[in-house]
């Protein structure tokens, strides 16, 4: 069996347009994932997880063959993947699309698919990759698309993912991304030691994480290295300091009290009050106890 197959064989990738994409390829992910045995979800809320996958897997990662098996095998475990999925045309062979610090999620279990749902005139392709693995990817390549930019100029696309059409294969500049890809990238997110060891996985993502989201790339605006060097410092200085929840608690009581000399509409302050209520009275009870 094929994966992705053509589970809608009436009608062709390009028969939808933007208005109906995003409907038609969530069905078409959801099915294919489907046919391999997977039971998949709909989110009640876009947060952007598309969809919610889940499966039984032996240890090894293979499904058992049965139900009988899964009941009977202390092997198996119940495995889940939170789906976020971008579709792109290749573009000159590229998959150009955007990834902001806000997609970036500590959840090991969150799987970027990235869709091409016409890689050639008859082949569509699945590129799929857990957020631990892509950050350690990031980080390991030395490329990193989510450090600050003194200036940052047009949408921020990355159009680093191209599709060779020499050999067929997919790379990230000069780096294979083939491991990732359709069979083998859904063997990689099968694997239940994430499920096995969250905790660790959670860590390592969240480490990777902080390590990439707070960095700073010079840009074109400044030449000087020694002052990205510098800028990076006192990031990562404050940073340790605001990791410290007081901190962020005086720092809150600080702004209000400056916001209060320059405002004098008193419904205003109300409402500001009720917004810092919670997190203000509730730093006094911890600091109490």
């Known amino acids: 069996m094929m994966f992705p197959t053509n589970v809608f064989r009436d009608v062709l990738p390009s028969d939808f347009n933007k208005l109906n994409k995003k409907h038609v390829t969530e069905d078409f992910v959801a099915e294919n994932f489907k046919l391999l045995g997977w039971s998949v979800y709909t989110p009640f809320n876009d947060t952007g997880i598309d969809l919610i996958i889940e499966k039984i897997v032996k240890k090894d990662g293979s499904t058992p063959l049965d139900k009988s098996e899964q009941k009977e095998n202390n092997e198996c475990v119940k495995i889940t993947r939170f789906i976020q999925i971008k579709t792109r045309n290749l573009v000159n062979n590229i998959f150009g699309f955007t990834l902001r610090s806000k997609d970036i999620r500590t959840d090991p279990r969150h799987v970027f698919l990235l869709y091409s749902d016409k ?30 930019f003194t200036f940052r100029k047009g949408n ?45 996985f959670s860590k390592e993502t969240r480490s990777l994480s902080n390590e990439l989201l707070n960095d700073f790339s010079r840009g074109q605006t400044f030449p000087s290295q020694d002052f990205a060097n510098k800028v990076k410092t006192f990031i990562m200085s404050n940073r340790a ?27 205003v302050i109300d409402s500001m009050d009720k917004y810092t209520e919670y997190i203000l009275s509730k730093s006094d009870s911890d600091n109490e106890e």
């Open 156 to 200: 921020a696309k990355m159009n680093d993912l191209k599709y060779n059409t020499n050999d067929g294969k997919f790379y990230w500049k000069d780096h294979s991304w083939e491991a990732y890809r359709n069979f083998d990238g859904l063997k990689k997110i099968s694997d239940p030691k994430i499920d096995l060891e969250l905790d660790t």
């Open 241 to 267: 300091q605001r990791s410290d929840p007081s901190y962020i608690v005086k720092l809150r009581k600080r702004v209000k009290e400056y916001l209060k000399l320059s405002i004098t509409d008193q419904a």
């Open 119 to 148: 890689t050639t005139s008859t082949q569509q392709d699945f590129l799929i990759i857990t957020i631990h693995d892509l950050l350690e990817f990031f980080k390991s390549t030395n490329h990193n698309p989510f450090a600050s």
